[in-house]
């Protein structure tokens, strides 16, 4: 697979990377790491291969994605500075934190948290990871938007985020170190990946 | 004499590798190998128990749900709290877990097996007005044949007709398929990697209209099942009458059971459930399951032989990969030292031999119409078959199930994390037998175990030298044409093999692990 990489990436036009494991390492990468594992960026970057890779991060990720990122390719060429963020992932689907739409704001801007699951309520309390995550899940939704992550209940796991797993886990404890409301803010200075 | 490799398998879940030694035209020997592993107990390591559910749902995107279910089992489990789930929580699970099962067994036989049998180039002179026939009709006229070609040829014996027939329930399966998922997101949040199971129950509160929602969708599924899918097995089996008597493996079957139909019995090899536990041989009686029983053979896999014959409760692997004779990442589980093959089959066998009337009915209208003896259960055909009638048994349950439900009634129970414990969570694949198990140490994963159906089926000799499933299912079989093997792949694909979880590694002492050889 490394030989393909390499081999194949040399010459492509640009390389798509699907998925948190393609674009970060995601989990066969988590601690520790026993196969080695490291995202494509890396990969072609250590080969001194300088081909643009664009990261749809996601476990999974969304086939919206992927296909709206492969169609943009095709029809208007490969993406210019100012669509792809620090990640490498098109602004148009991982532009807004997942905080920023989600329904259940407003119990989080008024101190209402869910105190288990099942619970009506911000499910910050139980590890939600959506004040750090960038995904249009809240609007976008999966399985032709019949529900989502947070719609059924479940704190998010931070999926299409490059912390994903390590720094993100464990996936029901809460995010520390977190200044209420101004979470977002927070945020913005990343955190180094190891 | 010669050997047939074929390296990968193509229409199956993962990196398998066929090694056929024929000679005369039968094959005499044959190697299942697994190839690729990521090492996923040594990832759990360490961390909090809690998020077991969330990584080993990454063993596989194509069964995400099973591991997510034997995951939330295990912890129930090992957290002292398997008999308090609450109604609701114990339904949603099997509602989840059943819409999992039924797509999944659509997609094996329509998107994985179907080609196979049915050739798809007869579209090529379709006449008619379906549109997705005409779609794939111009696909073949502009000679765009990938990925239906490169294929075997010399042995599509349908109907041009039939054949065309099943090309455009292929495409319907498609939307049928994302429907069952829609009902697996509609309770599990999505999927693949749902997020509703957990464990002490599941986090998606019922409403009524989730539950019209769901509802439709099952009647649309339970419609395709009885008039298309089932139809199409039949159909296919007609026509190829002697894959019943090609493929029969090592008739012994054993089956964990799946979807609990009582909460309140923390022993889940006693506990009531749709499929039962047990194992049974071609005589089809029912044998209890125990548990005791599971060791792991190594002595054919990468793996140092001081670890042969554990039980996976107490599983510990130390990878070799410069082993004398070995060539399979996949280790040999065994039941009381026989080889065992676990599925739908298996399932529906095992359920059977327990007397329960609806299964006894369906197989044996099968057998009927077909004027043969339960042995050919233990066939390509008969795989095939019973995966279907599994998918029929579960869909024509659920929706008593969904209507159980009660709305305001609890879903989920708290729970402490201990500061020790052991747990097991067993249950069903729609692959076959699925068992997790976990060893809680300071609030910590010590030790997280799979063993997989796949792993079962596609394993490698035992340290008796007794093949594995698939081998000894492909082993005396005579090969028409030995460049165009479709005994062989027809064979394998009927145990419908999801290698991504057959193969896994555990490195307590973290040593520096092999290069792995990469497809």
């Known amino acids: ?194 | 004499m010669g050997t047939i490799t074929i390296d990968p398998i193509t229409r199956i879940e993962g990196h398998l590798k066929i090694e056929a030694v024929v000679d005369n035209g039968v094959v005499k020997e044959t190697k299942s190998s697994g190839m690729l592993f990521r090492g996923f107990e040594l990832i759990l390591k360490g961390r909090d128990p809690r998020d077991a559910q969330v990584i080993t749902q990454r063993i596989c995107g194509v069964c995400p749900q099973s591991h997510g279910i034997a995951a939330a089992l295990n912890l129930d489990s090992a957290f002292g709290i398997a008999d308090k789930i609450p109604e609701n929580g114990r339904i949603i699970r099997n509602l989840i877990q059943g819409a999992h099962h039924i797509q999944d067994h659509i997609l094996h036989f329509y998107h994985l097996t179907a080609l196979d049998y049915v050739d798809v180039t007869k579209v090529a002179d379709y006449k008619g007005g379906d549109s997705a026939l005409n779609s794939i009709k111009r696909f073949i006229e502009r000679g765009e044949l990938a990925p239906f070609f490169p294929r075997y040829e010399g042995d599509y014996r349908l109907s041009a007709e039939l054949n065309q027939q099943a090309v455009a329930h292929y495409v319907k399966a498609l939307e049928i398929r994302r429907k069952g998922q829609e009902m697996v997101a509609m309770f599990g949040g999505k999927i693949p990697h749902s997020v509703g199971v957990v464990p002490g129950g599941v986090t998606e509160v019922p409403t009524v209209d989730k539950i019209a929602s769901f509802l439709w969708r099952l009647n649309e599924l339970k419609d395709f099942i009885d008039n298309v899918y089932i139809p199409d097995v039949l159909a296919v089996a007609e026509v190829y009458k002697d894959y019943f008597e090609i493929g029969a493996g090592c008739k012994n079957l054993l089956s964990y059971g799946a979807y609990e139909l009582d909460g309140k019995e923390p022993d889940l090899t006693r506990r009531k459930r749709l499929f039962k536990q047990g194992v049974v041989s071609d005589d089809l009686r029912l044998e209890e399951l125990d548990i005791g029983k599971i060791t792991e053979a190594v002595k054919y896999s990468w793996y140092a032989n001081s670890t042969m014959g554990l039980h996976p409760a107490q599983g510990e692997t130390e990878p070799e990969d410069d082993k004398k004779d070995a060539y399979s990442w996949i280790k040999s589980p065994r039941y009381g030292g026989k080889v065992y093959e676990v599925g739908p089959l298996a399932r529906i066998a095992v359920t059977y031999a327990s007397g329960n009337s609806i299964v006894k009915e369906l197989v044996d209208s099968v057998l009927k119409r077909f004027k043969a003896s339960p042995k050919v259960l233990f066939s390509v055909l008969g795989r095939h078959a019973a995966r279907a009638l599994a998918t029929k048994f579960i869909a024509d349950s659920m929706e008593s199930w969904l209507l159980e439900l009660k709305i305001g009634e609890p879903i989920y129970t708290e729970y402490t994390i201990p500061e020790e414990a052991n747990g097991m969570g067993l249950t069903e694949a729609a692959r076959g037998a699925l068992g997790h198990w976990i060893e809680i140490k300071d609030k910590k994963i010590a030790n997280y175990q799979c063993v997989v159906p796949t792993t079962w089926n596609a394993s490698p000799k035992d340290d008796e030298g007794n093949p594995g499933p698939i081998e000894q299912a492909i082993i005396g079989t005579r090969i028409k044409d030995e460049n165009n093997p479709f005994e062989i792949v027809r064979i394998v694909r009927s145990f419908d093999p999801c290698i991504a979880c057959a193969v896994h590694l555990i490195a307590p002492k973290c040593r520096d692990l092999c290069k792995f050889k990469v497809l």
């Open chain 1, 1 to 194: 697979m490394l030989e393909r990489v390499e081999s194949l990436g040399k010459d492509a036009l640009a390389v798509v990377a699907l998925g948190t494991c393609a674009a970060f390492g995601g989990i066969p990468a988590a601690n520790p790491n026993p196969t080695g594992c490291k995202g494509v960026r890396a990969v072609l970057d250590s080969k001194g291969i300088a081909t643009p890779v664009v990261n749809i991060p996601g476990c999974p990720p969304h086939p919206d994605w992927f296909v709206g990122t492969v169609a943009s390719i095709l029809l208007f060429g490969l993406p210019k500075p100012g669509d792809l963020d620090d990640e490498g992932r098109p602004l148009v689907f991982y532009g807004s934190l997942i905080h920023e739409n989600c329904p259940r704001r407003a119990s989080f801007d008024e101190g209402k948290f869910a105190k288990k699951l099942g619970e009506a309520g911000c499910l910050y309390e139980l590890g939600c990871k959506g004040p750090i995550t960038y995904s249009d899940c809240p609007t976008r939704m999966w399985n032709n938007g019949v529900n989502w992550c947070i719609g059924s209940g479940a704190p998010c796991s931070g999926c299409t985020q490059p912390e994903f797993p390590d720094l993100v886990a464990p996936f029901y404890e809460k995010l520390t170190d977190v200044n209420l409301p101004t979470i977002g803010e927070y945020w913005m200075e990343k955190k180094e990946v190891k």
